[in-house]
């Protein structure tokens, strides 16, 4: 069992940046994969970003590639998400996850669990 909660959410302008964390509870948090997805109001939840076990590699959705980045502390239990030159359509609920096997998918029925999200609001 994962317990999983985000924090870092908040208002922001158009242009500026927010750090996303996510502390896990628990021993084992470096054998899961974590991924952050989104959902904005009237949307299907999306994915953003992957994270591999150790944090050597990664993956993006192509809306966020090249501004936000995953990293995580296994030693922390944590997984962030810096998101920098935000943009009035990242305005969404930021989810974290964890996948059990390891696979960094991009699918949210993938992930074994979430966390409850944090707001982020970037006005124009």
């Known amino acids: 069992q994962v317990q999983l909660v985000e924090s870092g959410g908040g208002l922001v302008q158009a242009g500026g940046s927010l750090r996303l964390s996510c502390q896990a509870s628990?021993?084992?948090?470096?054998?899961?994969?974590m991924g952050w997805f989104r959902q904005a109001p009237g949307k299907e939840r999306a994915f953003v970003a992957t994270?591999?076990?150790?944090?050597?590699?990664?993956y993006y959705a192509d809306s966020v590639k090249g501004r936000f980045t995953v990293s995580r502390d296994n030693a922390k239990n944590t997984v962030y998400l810096q998101m920098n030159t935000l943009k009035p359509e990242d305005t969404a609920v930021y989810y974290c996850?964890?996948?059990?096997?390891?696979?960094?998918?991009?699918?949210?029925?993938?992930?074994?669990?979430w966390g409850q999200g944090t707001q982020v609001t970037v006005s124009s």
């Open positions: 628990g021993r084992t948090f470096s054998m899961y994969a």
């Open positions: 994270i591999s076990r150790s944090g050597a590699t990664t």
């Open positions: 996850a964890a996948d059990y096997l390891g696979g960094m998918p991009s699918r949210k029925d993938a992930y074994d669990y």
